[in-house]
C-alpha cells in the first residue's frame, strides 16, 4: 500500500499560470481552534464559545519552498463543522469561496495572495490518503498575468483532525460540540506530549496538551 501511495504522489499536478510543476508533498489536517481573541477583554479565552474549525492544506513543491516568492502554497480554509460531514462521506465535497469570505491563501512566503479558492474532494485512495483538487486565481508577478490559473490536482496526506486543550477531558467534548456529525467509531486518538510555553505568556496560555483523531 505504502508503495501505491508513492507511485500516486509522483501523479501530483500543480499548475501555476503556464508552469506545470511536480510536487514533493502535499498534506491536509482539520484544525480546532479551542481559543479565540475577545476585544473587549483583549486577552484570549479559551472554551466551547471559540471553537472554529478549519482545513489546513500545504504543499511543498520542492527543495526551495519557503524562500521567498517560491511556490509553496498554502490554504486555510474556515468551515462550518456543523455541516462537515463524517470523514468517510468527504469524497464528492465541494467547498467554494468565490467571494473570499472563507479563506486565507497563498502562493509562497512574501508572494501573491489566491482567491477564488475552490477544493474538490475526490476518493480515499488509504485510510490517510485522499485524492483533491483545489482550484484558484492569482496575480503572477513574474508574468505581470491577472488572475492566472492556480490548479493542484492530486493526493494528499491527511494528517488527522488536531487540536490543542489544557485540560484531556476537553478533547472529546470539543470535538462533539465542533464537529457533531463526526463518526466517533471511524477514529483513533492519540496524545503528544504536553507542550509548555515560556514565561512570556500568561500562566493560563503555558501549558497545553495536543491530541490527533486519525482514520482507523
Given at each position: 500500500?505504502?508503495?501505491?501511495?508513492?507511485?500516486?504522489?509522483n501523479?501530483?499536478r500543480?499548475?501555476?499560470?503556464?508552469?506545470?510543476?511536480?510536487?514533493?508533498?502535499?498534506?491536509?489536517?482539520l484544525?480546532?481552534?479551542?481559543e479565540?481573541?475577545?476585544?473587549?477583554?483583549?486577552?484570549?479565552?479559551?472554551?466551547?464559545?471559540?471553537?472554529?474549525?478549519?482545513?489546513?492544506?500545504?504543499?511543498?513543491?520542492d527543495?526551495?519552498?519557503?524562500?521567498?516568492?517560491?511556490p509553496?502554497p498554502?490554504?486555510?480554509?474556515?468551515i462550518l463543522?456543523?455541516k462537515?460531514?463524517?470523514?468517510?462521506?468527504?469524497?464528492?465535497?465541494?467547498?467554494?469561496?468565490?467571494?473570499?469570505?472563507?479563506?486565507?491563501?497563498?502562493?509562497?512566503?512574501?508572494?501573491?495572495?489566491?482567491t477564488?479558492?475552490?477544493?474538490?474532494?475526490?476518493?480515499?485512495?488509504?485510510n490517510?490518503?485522499?485524492?483533491?483538487?483545489?482550484s484558484?486565481?492569482?496575480?503572477?508577478?513574474?508574468?505581470?498575468?491577472?488572475?492566472?490559473?492556480?490548479?493542484?490536482?492530486g493526493?494528499?496526506h491527511?494528517?488527522g483532525?488536531?487540536?490543542?486543550?489544557?485540560?484531556?477531558?476537553?478533547?472529546?467534548?470539543?470535538?462533539?460540540?465542533?464537529?457533531?456529525?463526526?463518526?466517533?467509531?471511524?477514529?483513533?486518538?492519540?496524545?503528544?506530549?504536553?507542550?509548555?510555553?515560556?514565561?512570556?505568556?500568561?500562566?493560563?496560555?503555558?501549558?497545553?496538551?495536543?491530541?490527533?483523531?486519525?482514520?482507523?
Amino acid at each position: 500500500m505504502i508503495h501505491s501511495v508513492e507511485r500516486s504522489n509522483n501523479n501530483n499536478r500543480l499548475q501555476l499560470n503556464e508552469r506545470i510543476l511536480t510536487p514533493q508533498e502535499a498534506s491536509l489536517c482539520l484544525w480546532i481552534s479551542t481559543e479565540g481573541w475577545d476585544e473587549r477583554q483583549k486577552a484570549w479565552l479559551y472554551g466551547e464559545p471559540f471553537l472554529k474549525v478549519q482545513w489546513n492544506l500545504e504543499i511543498q513543491v520542492d527543495e526551495q519552498s519557503g524562500e521567498d516568492g517560491t511556490p509553496a502554497p498554502s490554504l486555510c480554509y474556515y468551515i462550518l463543522g456543523s455541516k462537515l460531514p463524517p470523514l468517510a462521506m468527504l469524497p464528492g465535497m465541494r467547498l467554494d469561496d468565490p467571494d473570499n469570505n472563507w479563506c486565507e491563501a497563498w502562493y509562497g512566503n512574501d508572494a501573491p495572495e489566491l482567491t477564488e479558492n475552490t477544493l474538490t474532494f475526490g476518493d480515499w485512495a488509504t485510510n490517510d490518503h485522499i485524492y483533491l483538487r483545489w482550484s484558484a486565481k492569482f496575480n503572477d508577478w513574474d508574468t505581470g498575468v491577472d488572475s492566472a490559473t492556480f490548479l493542484f490536482d492530486g493526493l494528499v496526506h491527511f494528517t488527522g483532525i488536531k487540536m490543542k486543550v489544557k485540560n484531556d477531558n476537553d478533547a472529546g467534548n470539543f470535538l462533539k460540540l465542533a464537529l457533531p456529525l463526526s463518526d466517533l467509531s471511524e477514529l483513533n486518538i492519540a496524545w503528544e506530549e504536553w507542550q509548555i510555553l515560556s514565561d512570556d505568556f500568561p500562566e493560563d496560555r503555558r501549558k497545553w496538551h495536543w491530541v490527533t483523531w486519525s482514520r482507523k
